[in-house]
């Protein structure tokens, strides 16, 4: 069974470019989250969706960001413009139920870094 | 506000020592946690959880103790390997919130031969 895929793995770009982060979750999962690490700093939540609706965006840094996840599959996140704050690591993860219990834990993918110079 | 934090933000360890990464939270509410090990490159890996209504929890070669009264768990490795320096992240999963998870800082593991 393939796990949470993330593309592109790697991104630099340069301030004030525009980047589009893809997340495919585990087939059948409907809970998508979406989490950042910043250099040095914890991992940080930024959203999370329930099929295709978005459930909790508390984390969203700002106005800059955009999630979507068209048809409840796979999610994009969209930063616009980049600043140079916005590098980091952005995780994908997804989870058949809210409650992680043992075996039925959330998913993470390997992440997408991203470079803003 | 809430949060979920680490005592010690890096932790070197001699091969075949045991391990062992603190971390504290603040939500007195907070009833179930989540150690994840993040390699290099990778995204985070579940290790062990524990719920509020235990103390201790054992996994293979992994142990997670968890003190309600003073608010802080601990992640004991044992015979430490090469293969365990990774960052290790305590997390609270708020099932009520969505799942969402609230991570601490992290602790960076290195192991020497």
């Known amino acids: 069974e393939a796990g949470v895929t993330q593309f592109p793995s790697h991104s630099v770009i340069e301030k004030g470019q525009t980047v589009t982060l893809r997340c495919d979750p585990i087939?059948?999962?409907?809970?998508l989250y979406w989490y950042r690490r910043v250099m040095g700093k914890e991992i940080k939540f930024l959203l999370h969706f329930v099929k295709e609706s978005k459930q909790d965006e508390s984390g969203m840094p700002n106005n800059r960001f955009l999630a979507e996840r068209t048809g409840g599959t796979y999610s994009t996140l969209k930063v616009q413009p980049a600043e140079l704050e916005d590098s980091g690591v952005y995780f994908c993860?997804?989870?058949?139920?809210?409650?992680?219990?043992?075996?039925?834990?959330?998913?993470f993918g390997e992440g997408s870094w991203l470079t803003v110079v | 506000g809430e949060s979920v934090g680490l005592h010690l933000p890096t932790l070197s360890v001699q091969e075949g020592d045991n391990s062992i990464i603190n971390c504290a939270y603040s939500?007195?509410?907070?009833?179930?946690f989540i150690w994840y090990k993040q390699e290099s490159g990778k995204g985070p890996q579940f290790i062990i959880d524990?719920?509020?209504?235990?103390d201790k929890r054992q996994g293979q070669r992994v142990t997670v103790l968890l003190n309600k009264t003073v608010k802080h768990l601990s992640l004991q490795i044992a015979a430490t390997q090469p293969g365990d320096s990774a960052v290790y992240f305590c997390?609270?999963?708020?099932?009520?919130?969505?799942?969402?998870?609230?991570f601490g800082q992290g602790t960076e593991l290195s192991v020497k031969p």
């Open positions: 997390a609270e999963n708020r099932y009520n919130q969505g799942g969402k998870l609230i």
């Open positions: 939500n007195s509410a907070s009833d179930y």
């Open positions: 524990i719920r509020s209504n235990m």
């Open positions: 087939s059948g999962h409907d809970n």
């Open positions: 993860a997804s989870s058949q139920d809210v409650r992680v219990s043992g075996g039925n834990t959330i998913y």
